[in-house]
């Protein structure tokens, strides 16, 4: 075996000594490693790793498509004539790529011509995937005919991504380096994504809502692995269904750092929204009690039962418990199939009660602040080549019900002027509602959407009398938020007034923006500097649990880089066993500075 890469070797090395150490890593591509050389000295390798991409966007656009250019077609000719580099060659046979079925190399083929007469370079994957074990022919296949619907733009910048991820993969190799961490929660998340509701098992598809069968052997599963894997010396199931767990610090009386997040889901889900943040905190923990370590503070972990409104529309009821503001009209909320949330919460052996639910309230007092750990669900730290963010604040928001009554008609006898088309109006209101957002966008954050949209008895030749919808607002303030509220509510008045319609709004949820407590947001950039990387400030469109902790004791949040553009609320979902280590560094970069202020 040979002997791995030091930074000892890169630092001292030449500039073409240095080139020729990371020959490789980008394909054919040289000039890459050379300008990263200027940039010693390199003292981890997430900071060598994002070197190397800095070069790459700082090219320009001709040198970019040089390296695009210079990789080879997947299956393609240069597999067939056996021409690939060694690292190329590894990793298309890694992915079975040398095996594929007639069928599968001419749908292969196919695509390959398809997009190569698109977009006039071809298509990069780093088929080692996001674990680095080699993606399936068929995921291959997949994503190949996705990306070939997108616009040119878009995919010069995701297949620099990819040749990124190549790059690190590569790097990892030279290194000797292994992602365990990174790869300990990707193998978590797997597993755990394995359990769906019932009615979407048919459909392949991750569902997994508030005590439903699956939501229970979800909680189950954690709760063994904080048990049985972890080294917790507590953990429990409370009266909600959040699964906690408790280790000590030197001193068991000594406060807590509280920690955790969702383990519920939307449907049709991503492995990691929400399950990220629980299984970082997990693995830190583990390497504490694999250690034998204790901090001067406890570690309280809480896989929040539920954030995501699915079931039942109460938000945030998980974390509503722990800040003590748990509604109790909520527990006779019913959900589809007239099963109220009590009956649910008994069948699922909780208590279904009040007052065991108000038991669960924490005391400020007995905790130094709450932190989570979290997927972006956005393209921002994707687009940035930055696996890490630092969240500056949580978004406040409103969310609506609404109604809109006109009259219904027939389609073909009533004239343009004289109709009162309810749906027509939800169709203004929605333009409106993207126009008002764009013009604060920069400014404020502030966002606007209606996601569902209704005409209920609907029919092809009749003039809607009804539509209702959804409406949903965002900024970074509320100020800014309830600015945005109050032009739309306007705006939906004049709309109806205009058009001689009736309507109402349901204000469904209220929840004030939570900016980070500053210091912190300070030890997640100091976590985040230790490891080499760059520090990217960000507020996050997307409601947390933290938002509601918040309300209580001091909190800020890290924000972990998203693939495949950094879709969220969909199977394409991903985060990289690469990206997944850096955040489990950082945690527990985190609780080691935090014992040191501790014990100061």
């Not at 240095?18 to 997430?46: D, I, K, M, N, T």
């Not at 993969?169 to 292994?178: W, Y």
């Not at 929660?185 to 755990?192: G, K, N, R, S, T």
Request: hydrophobic residues 40%; contains cysteine; proline residues 4%.
């Amino acid at each position: 075996m040979s002997q791995c890469l030091s930074f000892e070797d890169l630092n001292g090395a030449s500039e073409a000594g240095f080139a020729a150490l990371l020959e490789g890593v980008y394909e054919h591509s040289p000039w890459v490693a050379q300008g990263a050389a200027l940039a010693r000295p390199f003292r981890s390798l997430a900071q060598l790793k994002q070197a190397l991409a800095d070069v790459v966007s700082q090219a320009g656009r001709e040198a970019q498509l040089l390296l695009i250019r210079a990789h080879p077609e997947l299956a393609g000719k240069a597999m067939a004539q056996q021409t690939l580099t060694a690292e190329s060659s590894s990793e298309q046979e890694r992915a079975g790529l040398g095996h594929c079925t007639p069928e599968e190399l001419a749908r292969i083929q196919s695509l390959n011509q398809a997009y190569n007469e698109k977009f006039g370079w071809p298509f990069i994957l780093a088929v080692r995937g996001p674990r680095g074990i080699g993606l399936r022919r068929r995921d291959i296949i997949d994503t190949l005919a996705r990306r070939l619907q997108a616009q040119p733009e878009q995919e010069l910048a995701e297949c620099l991504r990819q040749i990124h991820r190549i790059a690190e993969l590569r790097l990892n190799d030279k290194f000797g380096v292994e992602p365990t961490l990174g790869q300990q929660v990707w193998d978590w998340a797997e597993e755990l994504a394995a359990h769906t509701d019932a009615e979407f098992r048919p459909l392949g598809q991750l569902t997994v809502t508030y005590l439903s069968e699956a939501h229970q052997t979800v909680m189950r599963r954690l709760q063994w692995w904080m048990a049985q894997e972890c080294g917790f010396d507590e953990v429990n199931i409370d009266a909600v269904g959040n699964v906690v767990g408790v280790y000590h610090g030197s001193s068991p009386k000594a406060k807590r750092l509280l920690t955790g997040s969702h383990y519920d889901t939307v449907r049709n889900a991503g492995r990691y929204d929400g399950r990220l943040g629980i299984f970082t905190a997990m693995a830190a923990v583990r390497e504490l009690h694999r250690a034998g370590r204790r901090l001067p503070f406890g570690i309280e972990l809480v896989a929040f039962a539920e954030e995501e409104g699915q079931r039942y529309p109460a938000t945030f009821l998980a974390a509503s418990a722990l800040t003590g503001q748990f509604d109790p009209a909520w527990l006779e909320q019913t959900d589809d199939q007239g099963i109220s949330m009590r009956s649910a919460m008994q069948a699922a052996g909780l208590p279904g009660t009040l007052e065991a639910i108000q038991a669960l309230r924490r005391e400020p007092g007995q905790y130094l602040g709450f932190v989570e750990v979290h997927i972006e669900q956005g393209p921002v730290l994707n687009e940035l080549n930055l696996p890490l963010g630092i969240v500056s604040s949580i978004n406040g928001s409103l969310r609506y019900c609404g109604v809109i009554q006109g009259q219904a008609a027939h389609a073909g006898t009533t004239p343009m002027n004289r109709r009162r088309d309810a749906a027509a109006a939800v169709a203004e209101l929605i333009l409106y509602v993207e126009q008002r957002a764009s013009a604060t966008a920069a400014s404020a954050g502030t966002v606007g959407t209606v996601g569902m949209l209704q005409v209920p008895a609907g029919s092809i030749n009749v003039v809607p009398g009804r539509c209702q919808f959804s409406l949903d607002l965002r900024a970074t303030s509320n100020a800014a938020r309830d600015a945005l509220d109050a032009d739309v509510r306007q705006a939906l008045a004049d709309i109806c007034l205009r058009r001689g319609l009736q309507h109402s709004l349901e204000l469904t949820m209220s929840a004030s923006a939570a900016p980070s407590d500053a210091a912190w947001q300070a030890r997640w950039e100091q976590a985040v500097s230790g490891l080499g990387l760059p520090l990217h400030r960000m507020p996050s469109g997307a409601g947390h649990d933290a938002m509601k902790l918040h309300e209580r004791m001091p909190q800020a949040m890290l924000f972990v880089r998203g693939g495949n553009e950094g879709i969220s609320h969909n199977p394409l979902e991903t985060v990289s066993s690469d990206d997944a280590q850096l955040a489990v560094q950082a945690l527990q970069s985190l609780l080691e500075h935090m014992s040191k202020e501790t014990a100061a």
